[in-house]
């Protein structure tokens, strides 16, 4: 698979099919995905992947939590800013509109969202759930080594015929992880990832995410104005 076609095959996928994913091919990935770069080579990630029993003891309990408002849960870091503003707020709006739009639930239906939020502790039903941690006596630099060797991941997962999904959602039970997977205390648990195979006969695996032209977020400095590409040129 050209790293084009890896790349712009990877989606985030929430339905999975009931097929399991041999620990063979969850090493190959994590092999293949720890070629990532990272400052000085320190590769600060630690993994740990669940499947069978073991996965649904860690979701069966993160549920029960979940379903208790009494028990307030936060992650260790902070993902997303206290208060949104724009460009961020409309594409996140946008992102989760998208998401129900698929499922045809209502904006307005809280309670359709929310058991729809909740299928996240389940890993979307995808066979395989890996917890992502980093030591906290590292610094935010290691987020970007972090983030590097996550995408690896994702894309790896592609080169086996895999879906993933990225789930920082996990961070937020990070307490009730500890009670199923021997989490160093010094370690925060940044986020988890379903692994498996696209149902691709989900609705909500149908979401197509867009993303801003490259002339928005970049400035090119230095080039000739009417310079070609290789492929023009020909
Ligand atoms: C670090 C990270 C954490 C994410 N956490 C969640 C999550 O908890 N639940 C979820 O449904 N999607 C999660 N996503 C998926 C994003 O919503 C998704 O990547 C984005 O909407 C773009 O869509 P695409 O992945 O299909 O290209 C996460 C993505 C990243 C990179």
């Known amino acids: 698979m050209h790293v084009d076609a890896a790349i712009r095959s990877r ?14 091919t969850v090493e190959h990935i994590l092999e293949v995905a720890a070629r990532a770069p990272s400052g000085n080579n320190v590769q600060p990630w630690h993994v740990h992947v669940l499947t069978g ?9 993160i549920l029960t939590a979940a379903a208790n408002p009494e028990e307030p849960h936060h992650a260790e870091y902070s993902y997303y800013p206290d208060t ?11 992102n989760g509109f998208g998401l129900y739009e698929t499922l045809g639930i209502a904006r307005d239906d809280l309670a359709a969202r929310e058991r729809q939020n909740l ?23 290691s987020y970007m080594d972090l983030g590097m060797f996550i995408q690896n991941i994702l894309l790896a997962a592609r080169g086996q015929g895999l879906h993933t999904c990225a789930q920082a959602a996990f961070a937020w039970y990070h307490q009730i992880a500890r009670q199923h997977i021997p989490l160093a205390d010094e370690h925060i648990l940044v986020c988890g990832i379903a692994l498996g195979y ?18 928005s977020f970049t400035t090119f400095h230095g080039f000739k104005e009417r310079e070609l590409a290789p492929a023009a040129r020909s």
């Open 53 to 61: 029993e073991a996965k649904h003891a860690l979701c069966s309990d």
């Open 84 to 94: 949104w503003f724009e460009p961020y707020q409309s594409r996140r709006r946008a």
């Open 198 to 215: 696209e149902d691709p006969d989900a609705a909500e695996n149908t979401l197509e995410t867009p993303r801003e032209p490259v002339a």
């Open 11 to 24: 989606k985030s996928v929430r339905s999975f099919l009931p097929l399991s994913v041999p620990r063979h």
């Open 119 to 141: 299928r996240n502790y389940q890993f979307f039903d995808a066979p395989v759930g890996l917890l992502i941690s980093l030591d906290r006596r590292l610094n935010t630099g």
